[in-house]
Structures are given as C-alpha cells and as structure tokens.
C-alpha cells in the first residue's frame, strides 16, 4: 500500500488506513510504536493484555473484606435491583 506524504507546518505527515485504526482499536490520542531500520518503518500498535481467568483468580486475597450492611444501602448509580 502507498500512501502520499502532507506537509502540514514543518513536518510530512501521512494517513493510516481505517482498517488498520479500527483492527487495533486505535481514535485519536492513541499511541503506536515505531520501529525504524534504514529505510524502512513499521508502525505497531500496542498490545493489549489479555487476562486469563485463573491469573485473576491468583492475584485474589484468600478472604474477601466484608462491608457490613452492603445488602441494605442505597443505589449509588444504576445498579439493577
């Protein structure tokens, strides 16, 4: 794929493609990676961390804290009742 290079003030900026921001999640502020080796630069979005259920379940306390009288508190939001 080619893209054409903008002057936009000092600097040449170009376009990255929708199916590459939509794949990878990415809207404006995102951060990638750039990874430059002579003439070549390849752009990389960051990985995002996927959680296995029993690494979660490791980083849990052996007792949960309790807070007594939760069951008759009022909703704070939109909790469902």
């Known amino acids: 794929m080619q893209q054409t290079l903008r002057r936009a003030g000092g600097s040449l900026v170009m376009t990255i493609p929708k199916p590459f921001v939509e794949q990878n999640g990415l809207h404006e502020g995102s951060q990638v990676d750039l990874l430059l080796e002579g ?42 009742l």
């Open 39 to 80: 003439a070549r630069m390849t752009i990389s979005a960051p990985r995002v961390r996927r959680y296995k259920l029993d690494e979660l379940l490791a980083e849990m306390p052996d007792e949960m804290p309790r807070v007594e009288g939760w069951d008759t508190m009022q909703p704070a939001g939109k909790e469902a």
